[in-house]
């Protein structure tokens, strides 16, 4: 499998030189190789960096499962009508998703803007896998978003992050000029009926002025706006949903299983974020 359809929006995690296909390598001019899995992602880590905090198989598997049964739909096609309004007929580049997981929201986002490849990058490489398949223009990479990222400066006309770290520093740097970047984040509401209850990982209150200050210094804020809706959940559903999160790190499944069991069947959740965009 190759990623010419991407390879021109990425550079060499090593020298930061361009990279181009060699068949089913990616290699830069001063000869660093880096060979396409024959699930279709690559690896882009640079020497001694280590994925000791990615997602689990488990935890993408899970991710995979609660997406497929349509219960952040909303949220998806929020973030896909925001993504077509500014990348519609904004600046040239590429589609950069942060944090990607298994590609769903990417996914949805090039549907949008059939003129647009994607770049999923992730520090996972059970994630990667699934993102090489989630879109035919899309091409998933592993890398660590803590480090200088594996794209291009300028290379980027839109940028996602739902969910996920956020590196301002380096967003700032792909971006292309007029270029912008989308931000969902959690309010303290998030998902509430279940996160006290189970003892999940809560959003403080300060969690948004805490983005807003890291994003501004390299940043500008254009706008914000909130969303919530409501999700039926199964026992199942519930499941899958705390073991795609960080919670799942914390929490011993048994008990999980246990609680959730006797809760309601379905439970009115309310998902509660922030889309908030910044310009470069």
Known sequence: MTLDHVVGYLRCPHCAADLRSDGATLVCATGHRHDIARQGYVSLLPGGARASTADSAAMVAARAAFFARGHFAPLVDALAVEAQRLGGSGPPGCVVDLGAGPGQ???????RLPDRVGVALDLSKHAARRAARAHPRGGAVVCDIWRPLPVRSGAAALVLDVFAPRNGEQIARMLHPGGALVVVTPTAEHLAAIVGPLGLLSVDDDKPAR??????AHLQFERERALAFD???RAPDIAALVAMG?????????RIARQVGAMDDPLRVTASVTLSVYRA
């Open 231 to 233: 999700m039926p959940l």
């Open 246 to 254: 960080p919670s799942a790190w914390h929490v011993d499944p048994e």
């Open 211 to 216: 983005v807003h200050q890291q994003l501004s």
């Open 105 to 111: 929201y990417l996914a949805a986002v090039l549907e």
